[in-house]
């Protein structure tokens, strides 16, 4: 059966998992000081990001919106088609070393202060439980009681809240793939008439209700990879948050203890994943920081100078030099900025306004079409236009065998913003100067902006001896 008796957390075991293997459920005590200030801004800011994205437009789109339906993918101002996401791999790569390079200076900064998970669970899951059920000890003596109406309601409440900002949060979610004019006119129509939508719209609703109102800290003790890669990352010189333990032990009671910490747990019941920083770094810290304002706020209250608990590396603990440049650092430096710069050159030169693509097309089943007036070919265009405003193309061959001629080419080709044009166009050879397969080059010429885009087909047909010259 499960329990909720105090526990004392050690480096043996997860303290949210009890010795039978039921859950021990935290209820983290709420704390003030500088650095859960700046937290709780940095906090809102990304949300405020989260939220405003899908309404900033840049050239005609919102600022990040992935246009599954027409196969177009805008980030900042950048448009990409399926043909150009293989860019992408060099961007995710540079982001990914830079993640790395913060871990290995700053630890597990990400967790504790940009983590999508962690930014929603603490500023505003969190937030509505303290306010509904009140601090720690109050939710604990509520979860301990038995089920009156006080109870049911305060839990309706609490829950109900959890659902609404959950809906809210995958909303926002989906405006990043259906466009926000269409959102709304999805809102006010049967859910059945855009099933996939409303599917996955229930389905995050379910899953982020679930994770912020159970599941809560065990996703980053039991699911998150990234604590466990952690060590392979930092060193010794990395910024975490510590213990002083020099300074704190021996610990105990105010006026009793040779060291600084009086053994009051503060840092522990305000933890939000239930251990004690005092025990050294720990899989399960996620740099909150909510520790080093608890232990601060003792510290002033017993006259005793801050810092017990802070932000330093293991060397900085134990008075050792604290190194800033070491050669992980300048390793992820310079493989994040090869990723970066590599995006940036390919986005330069693959990301263009309009994009093209030639196929050949069978007719009847034939690949070609020859008779006495010569060998015909067909082959389709597909010209997409990504940028915001009006434009036309035009088709050339260069330098095409002797006398065969493009039908369709040197038109030009309306095409309206953010739109699409298929067209199909003939390649003829005349059967006296036709000289066999051949592999042709398509030039297609896009404005404004003459942009060049160059693309090769094969030219097929019979062999020359056996065609008769008229």
């Known amino acids: 059966m499960a329990t909720n008796a105090p526990k004392r957390p050690n480096l ?18 709420d704390v003030r000081g500088k650095w859960t200030l700046w937290r709780r801004i940095f906090g809102f800011f990304l949300i405020a990001v989260y939220v405003l994205l899908p309404w900033i437009p840049i050239n005609g789109a919102p600022a990040v919106f992935f ?21 992408m791999f060099f961007g995710i790569s540079g982001l990914g070393f830079t993640l790395f390079f913060v871990t290995a200076l700053l630890g597990r900064l990400w967790c504790g202060w940009a983590c999508p998970y962690t930014v929603f669970l603490d500023h505003i899951f969190r937030r509505i439980e303290r306010i509904v059920e009140g ?204 990723g970066l710069c590599a995006f940036a050159f390919t986005a330069s030169r693959n990301a263009r306004p309009y994009t093209a693509q030639v196929s050949k097309v069978a007719m009847a089943g034939q690949p ?29 061959l260069i330098d095409p065998p002797a006398g065969m001629i493009l039908s369709g080419g040197d038109q030009k080709i309306p095409i309206g913003p953010r739109g699409e044009v298929t067209r199909q166009f003939v390649a003829i050879s005349p059967i006296d100067s036709y000289q066999g397969r051949s592999t042709l080059t398509f030039r297609i010429i896009g404005e404004p902006g003459d942009v060049v885009i160059e693309q090769r087909a094969a030219f097929l047909g019979p062999n020359p001896e056996t065609l008769d010259s008229p």
């Open 12 to 29: 043996d075991s997860v303290t949210t998992i009890n010795e039978d293997g039921s859950r021990y459920f935290l209820q983290p005590a």
């Open 67 to 87: 246009d599954v339906e027409n196969r177009q993918f805008h980030v900042f101002g950048l448009t990409l088609v399926p043909q150009d996401l293989w860019v």
């Open 135 to 338: 601090d720690a000890p109050a939710r604990k003596k509520l979860a301990a009681a038995p089920w009156t109406t006080q109870k049911i309601i305060k839990r309706v409440i609490k829950h109900s809240l959890y659902a609404l900002c959950a809906t809210l949060i995958a909303h926002v979610f989906i405006s990043y793939f259906v466009s926000l004019e269409r959102l709304y006119q999805y809102m006010g129509q049967s859910p059945l008439a855009h099933a996939t939508s409303f599917g996955i719209v229930i389905f995050l609703t379910a899953v982020l209700w679930f994770c912020f109102g159970y599941f809560r800290e065990q996703f980053c003790v039991i699911m998150c990879p990234y604590g466990r890669l952690q060590s392979a990352m930092t060193d010794d010189d990395t910024i975490n948050i510590g213990y002083d333990e020099t300074r704190g032990e021996p610990r105990g009671a105010k006026g009793k203890a040779e060291g600084d910490c009086i053994d009051c747990k503060r840092c522990v019941t305000v933890c939000p994943t239930g251990i004690d920083i005092r025990n050294g770094l720990q899989m399960e810290c996620i740099g909150c920081a909510a520790c080093i304002d608890a232990c601060d706020e003792i510290m002033v209250k017993v006259d005793r100078p801050k810092g017990l608990i802070r932000y330093d590396s293991l060397n900085g603990l134990n008075g050792k030099k604290h190194r800033f440049l070491r050669p992980r650092v300048f390793a992820y430096t310079a493989l994040g900025l090869l």
């Open 368 to 396: 070609f079409q020859a008779d006495a007036a010569g060998v015909r070919n067909f082959y389709q265009l597909r010209f997409l236009n990504k940028r915001n405003v009006d434009a036309t193309y035009t088709v050339q």
